[in-house]
């Protein structure tokens, strides 16, 4: 249908009707759309720019064009429209004012349909910005680069993702784009972005037929006189063209009264400035529309070049570094809700310390056939983004937010290190704080500054959370409790045991990175009855599923009661040799304790000056003894000498 040669395609062969009969059909069949107004309509993904269009009647082109900036374009009543992009067909539908993928596929009525999800991803994948919330953008070079190359929208999803022809074009023509080459957009974040923008659809109709909509600017959608191409009455009080503000009339809008070479008339924003016209120099974040193009320049952001860190909406670390204009050493771990088949279960751990991708314009991407991530900076030291995860091996999907920053400017000197204690050092323990992230090492160590409150995980199972310090065990982990056989205590303290590599607990526990990867989408409530853990199917098969990944390939069964509190008893009372007075973490401890031992002294000199005081006392005693035993023996004689003068 595409690029037909109108008079050919309707004058055909020669036929008996006669040159007046062929002339009339000609006349009517051929151009019975020409005595229809021309319409503008807009093609919507949100606004997709660069799309080429051609509109017929009866298989005749009547005309050709690309979506403008707007997403627009334009029709008379009762053609056909076809978007393609160089010589991919994308669809073909009635024209109408608002046209969406959908629109292009016969039966389709939202984004699920195959077919519309194949059209949505391919789409999305050519988009110039990576952003398809800002519009979908299509360059010329892409456009160029299509020609002679088709593709089969028409079939399965995952036919389509597989199907070769895809594989290239989306090599080829995402190469110009000016975030450069990517892999074919997920489903789940193509079908995400469609539904929002029909969710949306009010806003990008046109209400007062003036050729823009609400997300095209139109600032008054009801009032046909007012958007953003309109002229501008000055002092009425009306602002026409949508520029924020009412045109306040100064003398002659033709003459250009600051000399800048531009009049009113001729796009001069400000014509008492002149340095504000159309060819000024923008001067970015100054609050001031220079160039009149109706927008400050946003100025570039220089994103602090170091390692950040930050923490997505499921509450997972996520990590990468800046340094040379790049994004590098992308680490993350996102949850998606699917079959967690064991084909899939920690699959969706994205540890990529070889990726690196450009940053641009403030902001960044990466994609692999199951992860997106997109993020802008927003300032030297904050960013935030999206993700969007996919794994169709097990149905697997997800999406949402994050959040990162610079560390913050701690001085080594501030970091402290702490020791996670239950039967010996426990190691391969994940943790993460306010400014630190990372997973215990064989000195059963992590890192903290003092007042962070630390998190200890495995995979996606949180431990606990409490207030670091130097030495921490699993009674720790449950606000107010003292008693070493509460309930909650105990099953903290049997998964733990039960998920040591070697099943020996008279060297330490050891959960190795097997386990925390396979521990990822799974969750489990410490606080219920020891009877409930216990007996919980959940929890026995998690079990299984955790220790039949140790070094021994055996599953087991939770380790006994008696077992875990038992060792959790002999941990704390032999928990003073795991306090080091080398270590940075105690000095306030050692200062204090030092003060205790000099207060122990002084009360150990008042004690013997006491005991003296007591002795001294006590001399007295024992001599006011004597003299009353002296005494008496004196009375004692006297009465002997008395009885013998009788």
């Not at 009049?263 to 100054?286: F, K, M, Y």
């Not at 560390?407 to 993460?432: D, N, T």
């Not at 190795?512 to 521990?519: C, L, N, Q, T």
């Amino acid at each position: 249908m595409k690029k037909v040669e109108g008079f050919q395609k309707c004058l055909g062969k020669w036929s008996i009707i006669g040159i007046f009969g062929l002339m009339a059909f000609i006349m009517i069949g051929c151009s019975s759309s020409d005595s229809e107004p021309v319409q503008q309509g807009s093609f919507v993904d949100s606004l997709v720019a660069g799309l080429e269009y051609e509109t017929s009647v009866n298989g005749i082109t009547v005309s050709t064009g690309v979506t403008d900036l707007k997403g627009r374009f334009r029709y008379r009543e009762n053609e056909i429209i076809t978007f393609f992009i160089g010589d991919i067909v994308i669809g073909h539908t009635r024209a109408k004012s608002l046209i969406t993928p959908v629109d292009l596929v016969e039966n389709a009525v939202d984004e699920t349909h195959p077919t519309v999800i194949n059209i949505i991803r391919f789409l999305q994948t050519l988009d110039d910005d990576d952003n398809p919330a800002n519009g979908i953008t299509i360059v010329e070079e892409i456009r160029n680069q299509s020609v002679k190359m088709s593709l089969n929208f028409n079939v399965s999803t995952e036919e389509f993702e597989q199907d070769q022809d895809v594989s290239e074009a989306v090599e080829t023509l995402t190469v110009f784009r000016k975030t450069g080459i990517r892999h074919l957009a997920l489903a789940v974040r193509a079908q995400m972005h469609l539904h929002a923008s029909l969710a949306d659809m009010e806003n990008f109709t046109d209400n007062d037929d003036d050729g823009y909509s609400e997300n095209q600017g139109d600032c008054d959608d009801a009032d046909p006189a007012t958007y953003p191409d309109a002229t501008e009455i000055c002092g009425d009080g009306v602002d026409q063209d949508c520029n924020g503000h009412d045109l306040i009339c100064i003398g002659d809008l033709s003459a250009d009264d600051d000399g800048d070479g531009y009049s009113e008339n001729q796009g001069d924003c400000d014509d008492d400035a002149p340095s504000v016209h159309p060819d000024a120099e923008e001067i970015c974040g100054d609050g001031t529309d220079q160039d009149c193009d109706g927008a400050d320049l946003i100025c570039a952001v220089n994103p602090t070049e170091t390692a950040w860190t930050g923490i997505t909406d499921q509450g997972h670390a996520i990590l990468f570094s800046v340094a040379d204009g790049k994004v590098s050493n992308i680490e993350t771990t996102l949850n998606y809700i699917g079959n967690f088949s064991s084909d899939c279960t920690g699959a969706n751990k994205l540890a990529t310390g070889d990726i690196s991708t450009d940053l641009i314009e403030n902001s960044f991407s990466f994609s692999n056939p199951r992860l997106e991530i997109f993020g802008s900076f927003t300032g030297s030291a904050t960013c935030s983004g999206t993700w969007f995860y996919e794994n169709t091996g097990c149905e697997g999907k997800g999406s949402g937010t994050w959040q990162a920053s610079t560390p913050q400017q701690v001085s080594e000197s501030e970091i402290r290190k702490g020791v996670f204690v239950y039967s010996g050092l426990v190691a391969g323990l994940e943790y993460r704080t306010e400014t630190q992230y990372g997973v215990t090492d064989s000195n059963g160590e992590f890192q903290y500054v003092e007042g962070e409150e630390i998190t200890f995980f495995i995979g996606d199972i949180i431990i606990g959370k409490v207030l670091a310090q130097s030495v921490l065990t699993p009674l720790d982990l449950v606000a107010g409790v003292t008693d070493e056989e509460d309930p909650v205590v105990t099953n903290i303290c049997r998964f733990l045991l039960t998920l040591d590599d070697d099943g020996d607990s008279a060297n330490g526990i050891l959960i190795i990175d097997a386990v925390r990867s396979a521990a990822i989408n799974i969750s489990l409530n410490f606080y219920v009855s020891i009877a409930e853990f216990e007996s919980s199917l959940w929890v026995q098969e998690i079990v299984f599923s955790l220790t039949v990944l140790t070094s021994d390939n055996v599953p087991v069964t939770l380790v006994s009661v008696a077992d875990a509190q038992t060792l959790l008893h002999i941990t704390i009372i032999n928990i003073n040799i795991y306090i080091s007075d080398d270590d940075d973490s105690q000095k306030d401890d050692d200062s204090s304790k030092k003060d205790d031992d000099s207060q122990k002294d002084d009360d150990s000199s008042k004690k013997d000056d006491d005991s003296k005081k007591d002795d001294n006392s006590s001399k007295k005693d024992d001599d006011s003894k004597k003299d009353d035993d002296s005494s008496k023996k004196d009375h004692d004689s006297k009465k002997d000498d008395n009885s013998s003068k009788k």
